[in-house]
């Protein structure tokens, strides 16, 4: 099959075009043939135009691409490997939601044909692949597993909003069925990596090592921001603990903030998931997420208590927030923590105007119920600085002031501002 994908003789389908399977789906149509698959008709038409939906990638990379867009499954028959890259999210219950996954493998059901491959490419936790989509595979194809088509993983490691860490320059773990299949896999994700190819031995030790990549930042910023809760009872600036504490050769430099997006704020539940079935409640990981999303909260609290204590009446209190994405510098709105502190304000009957950079105000109104202003206002209790874009890095104290009444309060989460503001009432995390 690889020979055939080389020749352009067999096609490559990747099945979701998000902001992991769209810059995979590219990355190989510089070098074979492309079928990059999607459900929704309008984020195909944006492709199909070079555009892409998530904000990530520039024109140019559609360029010089022999890459077909579709919501065709139709045209899913002409492809004989396939790469999964659908959203694994948690439902309300902070549970697995597999609906995009198995929907997905219904979509390849319907098409595959003896000899093809399946590679999922979307978090799950150990033996999913095996046990919840291989099944959806043999029945809606009626194909039987390895003796009639082959299936393997390998998890993404696609940072958003980070150009260093990209597709090429990472190394990709890959895993097969059987080592024929695992072999092919690695020739075919070593076209587009150049960093190198690590072969796990089985699909449940690649999905295993995707879950703990970060369950392990997680936890470790759980840390950092449990220190920064204790710290503020001290009177003590967690980021100059950091910094002193840094200076030793074997201190890991994390540091707190808010856990969101659909990664890191989201894989542990797929661990602890998959350990409460084997009757085991992990309590480090579940600690960790506790303190995790609890921080939004957190930080709203702070900011009420230091205004009332500024002799303000809180319910006549406005609050601006600068920053609304999950992270720095990308348009992603998923599992955002800075809804909680929205949601926190509101409950003290606080104002809340809200501005980013690189957020749609008419998906956060969907997704959370508050939209974005042009342009901040003035006469605000408290700033605070949320997200640290790049925007934001250079702003000097005299632009706070202007924002801020008498006694105003910056709050700085990232603590971008430490040791530049010297007039202001000033808290970081």
């Known amino acids: ?17 998000g902001y992991v399977g769209l810059p995979i789906a590219l990355a190989f149509s ?17 492709m199909k135009n070079g555009e892409d939906p998530s904000k990530e990638l520039d024109s140019s990379d559609f360029e010089n691409s022999d890459i077909k867009f579709t919501t065709s499954i139709d045209v899913l028959k002409e492809a004989r490997f396939f790469i999964v890259a659908v959203p694994t999210p948690i439902d309300e219950h902070k549970l697995p939601d597999l609906t995009p996954l198995l929907s997905a493998s219904t979509t390849i059901g319907k098409v ?8 999922y490419e979307s978090t799950v936790y150990p033996g999913c692949t095996e046990e919840d989509c291989i099944p959806v595979l043999e029945r809606e194809s009626g194909l039987k597993f390895r003796e009639d088509f082959k299936v393997g993983y390998s998890p993404e490691r696609i940072n958003p909003g980070d150009a260093n860490h990209t597709l090429k320059k ?13 072999d092919t896999i690695a020739d075919v994700y070593g076209l587009v990596v150049e960093a190198g190819l690590h072969k796990a031995p089985t699909i449940k030790v690649a999905e295993a090592a995707k879950c703990i990549e970060n369950t392990q930042r997680d936890v470790n910023i759980a840390l950092m921001n449990e220190f920064s809760i204790i710290f503020n009872k001290m009177d003590i600036n967690t980021y100059d603990v950091l910094d002193a504490a840094g200076s030793k050769w ?12 659909h ?15 084997y009757g085991y409640h992990a309590q480090v990981i579940n600690s960790g997420r506790y303190v995790n999303d609890s921080m939004g909260f957190y930080i709203a609290k702070q900011t009420v208590k ?5 002799g303000k009446h809180i319910a006549e209190a406005r609050v601006l927030i600068m920053g609304a994405t999950f992270k720095e510098d990308v348009s992603d709105i998923r599992n955002s923590k800075v809804a909680d502190i929205v949601r926190e304000l509101k409950s003290f009957a606080v104002a809340v105007d809200i501005v980013d950079p690189f957020a749609s105000s008419e998906e956060l ?30 702003i000097e104290e005299s632009y706070f002031k202007q924002l801020l009444t008498d006694k105003g309060i910056l709050v700085d989460i990232k603590g971008l501002y430490k040791d530049k503001i010297e007039d202001l009432q000033y808290w970081s995390l």
């Not at 510089?30 to 944006?46: A, L, N, P, Q, T």
């Not at 074997?250 to 997006?261: H, I, M």
């Not at 539940?269 to 350990?275: F, N, R, V």
Request: hydrophobic share 40%; charged share 25%.
């Open 170 to 182: 990472v190394v990709k773990i890959v895993a097969g069925c059987d080592p024929d299949s695992l």
């Open 306 to 310: 230091m205004i009332i204590a500024a």
């Open 30 to 46: 510089k070098h074979v043939s492309v079928i990059g698959f999607d459900i929704s008709e309008e984020r195909v038409e944006m």
């Open 112 to 119: 595959l044909k003896k000899g093809d491959i399946v590679v």
């Open 1 to 17: 099959m690889f020979e055939e994908i080389q020749k352009k003789e067999a096609k490559i389908a990747l099945i979701g075009l």
């Open 263 to 277: 990664c890191i704020g989201v894989d542990p539940y797929y661990l602890t998931y998959k350990a409460e079935g």
């Open 365 to 394: 109104n969907h997704e959370y119920g508050f939209g974005l202003i042009d342009k901040p206002g003035e006469q605000y209790d408290a700033v605070i600085v949320a997200v640290n874009h790049s925007d934001y890095k250079g």
């Open 250 to 261: 074997n201190f890991l430099k994390f540091s707190p903030g808010l856990v969101g997006g």
